[in-house]
């Protein structure tokens, strides 16, 4: 099953309005480093549900959406069982 999962994120803002997420914090207390943003657009998540803008990001050679729902941050995670 897949879930909607809120992470902590360090992100840039720039002049012009955008925002750069540039590290993702796992629960166990992991921190992943966002080695390069390939999309930023308005989007959903079809899986999880919820909307704002969705990233694709490259973390250690995978591709990852990161959404901004604002205020939060979220990610596309399985349920560990």
């Excluded at 992470?7 to 966002?34: H, M, N, S, T, Y």
């Excluded at 390069?36 to 308005?42: G, N, S, Y």
């Excluded at 990161?66 to 939060?72: M, S």
């Amino acid at each position: 099953m897949i879930i909607k999962k809120y992470v902590p994120v360090i992100a840039k803002f720039e002049e012009d309005g955008r925002i750069i997420p540039l590290q993702v914090f796992w629960e166990d207390g992991r921190v992943f480093e966002i080695d390069r943003v390939l999309d930023m657009r308005p989007g959903v998540s079809l899986k999880v549900g919820g909307q704002g803008i969705r990233y694709v990001c490259r973390i250690l050679n995978k591709e990852v959406c990161l959404y901004y729902e604002e205020p939060k941050w979220f990610v596309e995670s399985h349920r560990e069982q």
